[in-house]
Every structure is written in structure tokens, then in C-alpha cells.
Nanobody, 122 residues
């Protein structure tokens, strides 16, 4: 039974930091990928970052490159998204999802967490 649970969202000031966590179970991470997506009010869902057990390097959207870092801890069955230098435009509900391979199409991700809200004030 595949499950993902996103947590760690909250309210921060611009320039601050926040670390999101995605706890997963029911699959072997080495054979899958976990991605982070976000959706702001009035905006389409967009891919933020993705990490795979078979990829040589993780994926980052241009808008977060250099500020966000994705990592995994297989022993804890958790994927993290460290977010630094946060901007008001980062405000969104953040979701983690599992797929067979990293990709930018959220429709190809089979399982989703419940989402966690990140609010960045100016």
C-alpha cells in the first residue's frame, strides 16, 4: 500500500528557510522517483524538484535552482526539500508524489501526498 505524507510547511518571512519532508512507504525508492510540485492560487501546478534512485543528478526548476535542495534518506524513508532564500512567489501548497522516473508531467505520478502549505510574507 503506497503512501506519501508531506509535512513541514508554515509561515516564513522573505529570505527565510524551511525544510519540507515527504515520508514514503509501500515501495522501493531505488526503483522509483519522488518529486515535489507546488500550486499557488490561480496558477497551474508546476514541478519544483525531483530525485530518483537511478538518476545521476536531481532536477530543479529554474525558478528555484540555487535556492532549493532535494535529498533523500532511505533509512528513514524520507525525501526532503530544503528551501532557502524564500520569496513571496514561492507561496503555494507543496505536494510530493511518486513515479517510476523523474519527469515534469504531474499526470505521470501515480501517488500523491496530501500537500503542505508554504506562505512567504514580504
Amino acid at each position: 500500500d503506497v503512501q506519501l505524507q508531506a509535512s513541514g510547511g508554515g509561515l516564513v518571512r522573505a529570505g527565510g528557510s524551511l525544510r519540507l519532508s515527504c515520508a514514503f512507504s509501500g515501495f522501493t525508492f531505488d526503483d522509483h522517483a519522488i518529486g515535489w510540485f507546488r500550486q499557488a492560487p490561480g496558477k497551474e501546478r508546476e514541478g519544483v524538484s525531483c530525485i530518483s534512485g537511478s538518476a545521476i543528478r536531481p532536477y530543479y526548476a529554474d525558478s528555484v535552482k540555487g535556492r532549493f535542495t532535494i535529498s533523500s534518506d532511505n533509512a528513514k524513508k524520507t525525501v526532503y526539500l530544503q528551501m532557502n532564500s524564500l520569496k513571496p512567489e514561492d507561496t503555494a501548497v507543496y505536494y510530493c508524489a511518486a513515479s517510476s522516473v523523474c519527469n515534469s508531467d504531474y499526470g505521470l505520478f501515480d501517488y500523491w501526498g496530501q500537500g503542505t502549505l508554504v506562505t512567504v510574507s514580504s
